[in-house]
């Protein structure tokens, strides 16, 4: 795998970057013009915030919003990106911003027409979902995102997406869709096509934590509950699957108690190439992960990955 560098993955996947007054410092990645409004580009519909109680997590509420790009037609069902953390991904004033991403790169033909799903963490404790939030997290969203179990890909496979696709069609390709996530968004996103991937074959994964935040020490009534710091060992030891994932980090991301996210982040890439290059070596007939990664500057932030998302998007859904 090469190593991408700033300097040159800005050639291969993004356009238009916006120039500073200043040479950048370091974590400074200012938007490009994919990730800025731009005049005469239609806009997709955002709907939403929209309230939903889970079955199977029972006892949370959550909001979820849709984006509907411009001149959708059931008819030809659009490709589906579903991102953890909506609050995050849809404010306008964040990095991400990706309804206006989206605007930019469907209009410019630069990708197909695609469905959104932004998807808050439950919460617990109350019968609505706490509108002083803001961009916060709600109080749910370490069991949901840093476990490892099949739970939170259910209940996005089995209820939310049914209950979306009411309404709007898209796409049952797995090659179609994409999920994705930062932080604990992002190994949310890697476990939904772990456990999944007849549902979703591409991952993007920004300042993913694949650390021991999951974890938790077997009791005398319990067993030991995993964290994301298993995967690499796991992805050494199963069966490929059939995804394409996009990883970033930092080199100044977080290093604490439950690990450090940089080298968690390049062991995910290590284990990914070593588990390609051993089926090859054997032969093996079966699928390859197909991996793209891109290390920063920067600490635990959403900025870095905002100037990548409109290349990755691109690299992903590219017509």
């Given at each position: 795998?090469?190593?991408?560098?700033?300097?040159?993955?800005?050639?291969?996947?993004?356009?238009?970057?916006?120039?500073?007054?200043?040479?950048?410092?370091?974590?400074?990645?200012?938007?490009?013009?994919?990730?800025?409004?731009?005049?005469?580009v239609a806009k997709g519909k955002l709907?939403?915030?929209?309230?939903?109680?889970?079955?199977?997590?029972?006892?949370?509420?959550?909001?979820?919003?849709?984006?509907?790009?411009?001149?959708?037609?059931?008819?030809?069902?659009?490709?589906?990106?579903?991102?953890?953390?909506?609050?995050?991904?849809?404010?306008?004033?964040?990095?991400?911003?990706?309804?206006?991403?989206?605007?930019?790169?469907?209009?410019?033909?630069?990708?197909?027409?695609?469905?959104?799903?932004?998807?808050?963490?439950?919460?617990?404790?109350?019968?609505?979902?706490?509108?002083?939030?803001?961009?916060?997290?709600?109080?749910?969203?370490?069991?949901?995102?840093?476990?490892?179990?099949?739970?939170?890909?259910?209940?996005?496979?089995?209820?939310?997406?049914?209950?979306?696709?009411?309404?709007?069609?898209?796409?049952?390709?797995?090659?179609?869709?994409?999920?994705?996530?930062?932080?604990?968004?992002?190994?949310?996103?890697?476990?939904?096509?772990?456990?999944?991937?007849?549902?979703?074959?591409?991952?993007?994964?920004?300042?993913?934590?694949?650390?021991?935040?999951?974890?938790?020490?077997?009791?005398?009534?319990?067993?030991?509950?995993?964290?994301?710091?298993?995967?690499?060992?796991?992805?050494?030891?199963?069966h490929i699957r059939p995804i394409r994932?996009?990883?970033?980090?930092?080199?100044?991301?977080?290093?604490?108690?439950?690990?450090?996210?940089?080298?968690?982040?390049?062991?995910?890439?290590?284990?990914?190439?070593?588990?390609?290059?051993?089926?090859?070596?054997?032969?093996?007939?079966?699928?390859?992960?197909?991996?793209?990664?891109?290390?920063?500057?920067?600490?635990?932030s959403d900025v870095h990955g905002g100037?990548?998302?409109?290349?990755?998007?691109?690299?992903?859904?590219?017509?």
């Open positions: 795998m090469k190593f991408w560098t700033a300097c040159s993955l800005a050639l291969v996947l993004t356009t238009g970057a916006a120039m500073a007054a200043e040479p950048r410092k370091p974590g400074e990645y200012p938007p490009t013009i994919d990730s800025i409004p731009q005049p005469g709907i939403g915030p929209l309230e939903f109680k889970s079955k199977i997590i029972e006892g949370t509420v959550r909001r979820y919003w849709i984006y509907v790009p411009a001149g959708y037609d059931a008819k030809d069902p659009p490709n589906l990106l579903v991102f953890q953390d909506g609050q995050r991904a849809t404010n306008p004033q964040g990095p991400l911003n990706i309804p206006v991403v989206l605007d930019n790169l469907i209009a410019r033909g630069d990708i197909p027409k695609t469905i959104g799903i932004f998807i808050t963490p439950g919460n617990t404790g109350t019968e609505h979902y706490p509108d002083n939030l803001g961009t916060g997290n709600p109080n749910h969203r370490a069991p949901e995102y840093d476990a490892l179990s099949d739970a939170y890909g259910r209940m996005l496979i089995d209820e939310i997406m049914p209950e979306v696709a009411k309404k709007y069609a898209f796409s049952s390709d797995p090659k179609k869709r994409a999920i994705g996530g930062t932080s604990s968004g992002a190994i949310c996103a890697w476990t939904v096509a772990w456990n999944r991937p007849d549902a979703f074959g591409n991952v993007i994964s920004m300042i993913g934590s694949y650390t021991s935040i999951g974890y938790h020490p077997a009791t005398t009534t319990a067993p030991a509950i995993y964290g994301g710091d298993t995967y690499p060992g796991l992805i050494r030891r199963e994932i996009f990883l970033q980090d930092g080199t100044a991301d977080l290093n604490n108690m439950f690990g450090n996210w940089h080298l968690a982040n390049e062991q995910m890439v290590s284990a990914l190439q070593w588990a390609n290059a051993n089926a090859d070596e054997k032969k093996d007939a079966g699928p390859r992960y197909d991996v793209r990664f891109e290390w920063g500057d920067g600490a635990h100037w990548l998302l409109p290349g990755i998007l691109r690299w992903m859904f590219g017509k």
